[in-house]
């Protein structure tokens, strides 16, 4: 994974590096738009509806479509168009030339992104779908790929997009000094050029260069739109200011405010970042705040029917907790390593492990040196389960730290890919914030319950190549101190060394 150091610093090099950056498609989305495109029956706004199905093909095609097109021609501004001046011909080879990956292979930030484009096109199409009918095609379209200028970036190097949670979300730093930081130009600037570069289409770059050259018109109606109590004093203030008004009623605005209710939502519905495109949004449709939010949280609820990904966060999540529950948790602090008795007391557990022949008499004397190996390596609750011969069940050896149920514990590794795949070969997964999310629902529901982490570890075990041991383990939810983690590596050969002596002892 690049480092910040690695990453381009000037806004010359990001558009040079992101400019033309190939994005992924998941394989059966891939094959199920193949198969559109070769479907002669279709109609264009069928084939331009499955486009749109996934942004990052959509984005292949409308920015095809005004780079190749006469520079005096105006940009297309909808999917539909940019389809009819390509052909299917030319769609197809760009499909062709998107890579086609599995889901797994596809970084989870760039899919969150992705997400957040397809909520701010659902709200788009709920708040302002009626009134802007003529011009639905743009309004859907423009919705959807406002925020495309970012996709490559975090397709590139997601690990941006936890630091930009973290830092602008949670701490409420301010978000140029952290993009200065991070990328050495702010992401409005990087934005604005990709979107000229690309010729997206006039309602996204007038979005953009708002945001860079024009705040302080944005400030003035956002000033307004704090008397959402009193519509009858906006209107007289908006009398009052004819430019502010003539340029609030501008349909473009739709697509800036869609995406900054989507944006906003995705770390809580009641921060005041997310009160102020409430709020903006009510000044632009002149209706109360509480029945503005009722219609943004349920065309929430909407997008998230639509969009179902067990792997990725969706706002509407947050509308049944308590409405001052945040779902970003500040960064806790790595555990501390094991103390120096402690060490010195998993030596001795090791140097036990490794002995051959084995000094153990039984499987559960041998498991239990070991469940002491890992505890005095720093792990506060650990986990040892047996997996029988036909790997159809996992039962509890050796448990520490955790409630009396877990000595019973039972798995069935048919109901969990993770548990199948940990049984097939020895290996290890470790789980993260980062990560969490794509595994959480692959594991057992009463393991989960055991282990309330987002991180822990988990790693199978092998004696003469077949799988017979799982080893899960944390330190108590905190992240994982580099010290342990080596002590834990080294744990588990010397347990697979120990599994080996014990198997060839004299009986």
Known sequence: MPT?????RTLDTWVQHLGKLPLPIEQ???LRLRRILGDSRRTWREIAEAIESSPSFALQVLREANQSSNSLSDPAESIETALSRLGLSRCEALLSQAPALPESDIPLAFKQILLISQHA????????????AR?????????????SPIWPLLCAHPQLFEA????VLLKGERPAAVEKELLGVTLIQLCVKLAERWRLPEWIVRGYRLLERDRRQLVRALHIARDNEHPLHQQQMLDADIPLRHWLTHPSNCVLLANGLAVSAHHAWDTAHSLRWQRLTGLYLQIPLNELQQEVHQHAVSSARLIHDPALWHPAQALIWPWDAHRLKPAVSAAAPPKRDDLAAWRQHCARLLADPSTFANVPQLTACARDALQACGLKRVLLLLADRQHTRLQTQQQAGLNASAATLSLDPAQSQVLKRLLSAPGQLRLTP?????????????????FPSEHLLLRSVANN????MLVVADQGGQPLNDVCLQAFGKTMQCIERALGSFSRRER
């Open 434 to 450: 980062s990560n969490v999310a794509q595994f959480s629902a692959l594991l057992p529901g009463n393991l989960k319950a055991m």
């Open 135 to 147: 011009l639905w095609n743009e309004l859907h379209g423009c919705s959807l790929l406002f925020l």
């Open 121 to 132: 096109s659902q709200q788009a199409r709920g708040l302002f779908g009626a009134r802007l």
């Open 4 to 8: 910040s150091k690695s990453l381009p």
């Open 465 to 468: 190549g077949r799988v017979v």
């Open 28 to 30: 059966q989305q891939h």
């Open 164 to 167: 930009w949670e973290q830092r």
